[in-house]
């Protein structure tokens, strides 16, 4: 019995890991496809529209502004309670100024923001290809000949690419905002000093480390949502439950990823 | 009503050295490990309706996809235009989607674009013409299906039968030499369904196209078909003209005909395996 238990285990995680494996080529082919179709595209008389990737562009960034400053400002509240409170036990609270800068700009502030875009519309890429894929839409586009990747995948990809990394500056803005904020009113520090040191304490690698992780992220979240989008099968339950996975995925990816880049990036 | 035009020449036979639209050889399909088309050979000649009929799950669809280059086959050939389109670069397959049309069961129009816009949208990807031309083509296209003054429209504001139209409208805004058409049909009330009958009778008339229409209805199949091919659990049972099938003695062409339940030849002993397994 427990023979049998363990060999349907072993079998289990064979098939779960071929599956893995699998998938991963598939994103991996997925993204050089779109890398082809964006510089290729042209010549192949496909190019990728510039108004389609403004389209999603609208939806990835501009539309997320209101919501991505108001976490981000209140990340960086927390992070000055936080920061007054532990620093206080070494009477060293009005340091907490880098503290605010540098964990907004290198961490949370990508951190959150591509959180919330994976939520937002990540998810969203999903269920629109996933739709798409089970009304024949998908296959409507091939047979007049347009290739799905290039016309949903690549705008998709590319506007992610630009506009996760210009929210993530936005988010550094309110971030440090918002700590500053409650700074001045817990310290009296007025917020044109709290700017000057945070400045001060901030280097340019600072902003790149958050700015190359930014762009990781996003391509996760672009690439697992299409990916899961086109594999989309059974009807209106298998839209949802690719969303779901979409969301998950790339959520888990974005800080697993985040972990690994840290570590390097600071070493 | 109008009677259903007939056409000026009758296509050519498929053995009179005309060179055939679609030629398909000894196609076998998978899905998985079932195998879900059995050595199906399939001819279809210029200008003619032919009529892709079985009941759901026979492999019709499957034997669509294949047609329109979908899906790759296990084996077997499948020549549409004289390509060999699992053989030809991808740059010729793009060519060759231009003379093709696909109205899709459900009609598959974008839901994001107006119906307008649904039919330019070929013409937006394969052509350099101008908006205004464009849209006075697809209002041409339009009209022609009966729905003048509608592309303004979101798709979700159609009915069933005007969804049929609209994609019929986009499937043939190249002005293509051949258009599949889904199971035109299917999920419409019976007057619709004629309509459309006639409107496809009608655009073979005017336009000259060959036509494939994929279908379980078995009164439209035999008021639109010149040929009739009937496909069972896979297999090509018979292709023949509508008097042929009618007299077919076939008995899971007359079983499809007369809507009679497959035979279930139940062996107790098998039953019994089956459930115990």
């Known amino acids: 019995m427990t023979v049998r238990a363990l060999r349907r285990f072993v079998e289990g995680l064979g098939r779960r890991t071929l599956r893995g494996v699998e998938e991963f080529g598939y994103v991996a082919a997925l993204f050089a496809e779109t890398l082809y179709w964006l510089v290729l595209g042209r010549r192949r008389l496909q190019p990728v529209r510039p108004a389609a990737v ?38 060293a609270q009005s340091k907490v100024v880098i503290g605010i800068a540098l964990s907004v700009t ?105 700015l190359i992780k930014s762009v990781v992220f996003a391509a996760i979240i672009a690439l697992v949502g299409v990916s899961n989008g086109f594999q989309v099968r059974g009807g209106a339950e298998g839209v949802g439950r690719a969303t779901t996975r979409s969301v998950v995925l790339s959520i888990s990816f974005i800080v697993l990823a985040d972990m690994i880049f840290t570590y390097f990036l600071n070493r | ?64 996809r294949h047609l329109l280059g979908l899906r790759r086959p296990t084996s077997g050939t499948v020549r549409v235009l004289g390509k060999d389109i699992n053989r030809i670069p991808a740059r010729q397959m793009h060519a060759l989607r231009r003379s093709m049309g696909v109205a899709f069961q459900g009609g598959a129009l974008f839901g994001s674009m107006t119906v307008g816009e649904n039919v330019c949208l070929p013409l937006r990807e394969h052509t350099k013409l101008d908006e205004n031309t464009m849209r006075i083509m697809s209002r041409m296209k339009l009209e022609v299906v009966n729905l003048g003054g509608f592309e ?64 379980h209805e078995l009164v439209s199949a035999f008021k639109i078909a010149d040929r009739i091919t009937v496909i069972d659990e896979g297999e090509i049972l018979m292709t023949g003209t509508v008097e042929e099938v009618r007299a077919s003695d076939n008995e899971r062409v007359q079983n499809l005909l007369h809507r009679r339940p497959r035979d279930e030849l139940v062996d107790a002993d098998d039953y019994l395996r089956r459930l115990t397994r």
């Open chain 1, 54 to 91: 403004l389209r999603e562009a609208m939806h990835i960034g501009i539309q997320a502004i209101p919501i991505v400053s108001v976490l981000c400002l209140a990340v960086g509240v927390m992070l000055a309670i936080q920061g007054i409170e532990t620093l206080k036990t070494f009477g």
């Open chain 1, 106 to 210: 290198r961490e949370f502030s990508p951190l959150i923001v591509s959180i919330l875009v994976a939520g937002r519309s990540g998810s969203a890429i999903t269920a629109r290809i996933g739709t798409m894929q089970e009304s024949q839409e998908i296959d409507a586009l091939r047979v007049i000949g347009i290739n799905p990747v290039r016309y949903l995948g690549a705008p998709m990809l590319l506007a992610m690419l630009a506009m996760v990394p210009a929210l993530t500056v936005l988010g550094d803005v309110m971030g440090i905002l918002g700590g500053g904020l409650y700074t001045g009113l817990e310290l009296h520090v007025p917020l044109a000093v709290y700017a000057e040191r945070a400045l001060a304490a901030l280097h340019v690698d600072d902003i790149r480390q958050g």
């Open chain 2, 1 to 64: 009503m109008a009677e259903p035009p007939t056409p000026s020449a009758p296509p050519p036979a498929p053995d009179s050295g005309v060179e055939p639209v679609i030629e398909v050889r000894d196609l076998v399909a998978h899905y998985g490990a079932r195998r879900i088309l059995n050595e199906v050979n399939l001819t279809v000649m210029p200008g003619e309706i032919m009529v892709i009929m079985g009941a759901s799950g026979s492999g019709k669809s499957t034997l669509l």
């Open chain 2, 152 to 215: 303004d429209l979101m798709p979700s504001e159609l009915s069933g039968g005007m969804t049929k139209r609209a994609a019929l409208a986009r499937a043939i805004i190249m002005d293509p030499r051949l258009l599949f058409f889904d199971e035109p049909s299917a999920g419409l009330d019976p007057i619709a369904a004629a309509e459309l009958d006639d409107l496809i009778l009608r655009l073979r008339q005017a336009m000259n196209m060959t036509i494939v229409v994929v279908t």
